[in-house]
């Protein structure tokens, strides 16, 4: 299928749903390739159910919606990940990246707003991305290290040690924070980990689901405050709160992103300003970071 290019400032892009123009993106001309490279954010949980997917694909779509480069990269299949969330049924994914059956030019399918998006696998095989898995994807992922702006890691919902390995990878990991008790809980366990077992100096919070902005900050204080018990030096940042919204659920339903369908629905407004923030951040490069999955120039330098 021969697909028209979007004329927007950034220039490229493909019809949703349809084969990527993400091989355009390899060799940029001029010299923004060696102004920067792509910043690599993971979204993580500590279980399941917090509404981390939703969070990470809404986020990568409003990215492309102010002509950022963004990359939503699909690590947690289900029956409702991140890529069918968008309507999208692929039958290539990330797995056959990391068999070598193809490469990441032949998976990747382009999403609204000229948003490039890796599908996850099965729905039937859990998400675990151990540490060969990710030297693979580092290899597949080099070409395009400096055509993005942003890629975006939805990363499996649990706290397995290769999780919280691709989580702390990042160059901006955030961490899911609901006000249920258990979902409370399970973000401290995750963030307890990500500080003491791999001393990450800076952990963002996202807090959902609450019922406005007051009460986010109320949460992330308290949460803050558990915390501080072990955090040492690791630094907590509230980058955000997105309240309950009903139509995140009816979008969801209707195999849509709330930010797509409903634009003017509080969620979408929160995440749009999110997104924002998260782009108007200097966010540093991690060892390894400005490549991919913090693997490329521990493992592969050069």
């Not at 290019?5 to 390899?26: C, E, I, K, V, W």
């Not at 709160?241 to 995140?248: A, L, M, Q, S, T």
Request: charged content about 25%; overall charge negative; aromatic content about 6%.
């Amino acid at each position: 299928m021969t697909l028209a290019y979007r004329t927007d400032a950034l220039g490229f892009a493909g019809q949703a749903g349809g084969p990527s123009h993400l091989a355009g993106l390899t060799d940029l001309p001029g010299s923004w390739g060696q102004q920067r490279s792509a910043r690599t954010i993971s979204i993580a949980c500590g279980r399941s159910g917090v509404g981390k997917t939703t969070i990470a694909a809404n986020i990568a779509l409003c990215l492309s919606k102010m002509h950022r480069r963004a990359m939503l990269v699909d690590c947690d299949p289900g029956p409702l990940d991140a890529t069918r969330s968008m309507g999208f049924d692929p039958h290539e994914s990330i797995d056959d990246v990391i068999g070598g059956r193809l490469t990441v030019d032949q998976i990747v399918v382009d999403g609204p707003e000229a948003l490039f998006v890796v599908p996850a696998g099965p729905t039937d095989v859990a998400g675990h991305i151990d540490l060969a898995a990710r030297l693979k994807l580092a290899d597949a992922f080099r070409p395009h290290r400096r055509s993005l702006d942003f890629v975006i890691v939805d990363t499996p919902g649990s706290g397995d040690p290769d999780t919280l390995d691709m989580v702390a990878s990042a160059d901006l990991p955030i961490v899911v924070l609901a006000p249920d008790s258990e979902r409370f809980m399970d973000a401290y366990g995750t963030v307890k980990l990500l500080a003491l077992d791999h001393d990450l100096a800076d952990i963002s919070i996202v807090t959902n689901r609450t019922a406005d902005d007051a009460m986010g900050r109320e949460l992330f204080r308290r949460f803050r405050d558990v915390a501080s018990r072990f955090l040492g030096h690791t630094m907590l940042n509230h980058l955000g709160n997105i309240p309950h919204d009903e139509r995140v659920r009816t979008a969801a339903a209707r195999r849509r992103l709330v930010v797509d369908q409903y634009p003017n629905a509080r969620a979408a407004q929160a995440m749009t300003q999110l997104a924002r923030t998260i782009d108007s951040m200097a966010i540093p490069a991690t060892t390894g970071g400005d490549s991919f999955f913090g693997m490329e120039a521990v493992f592969r330098a050069g």
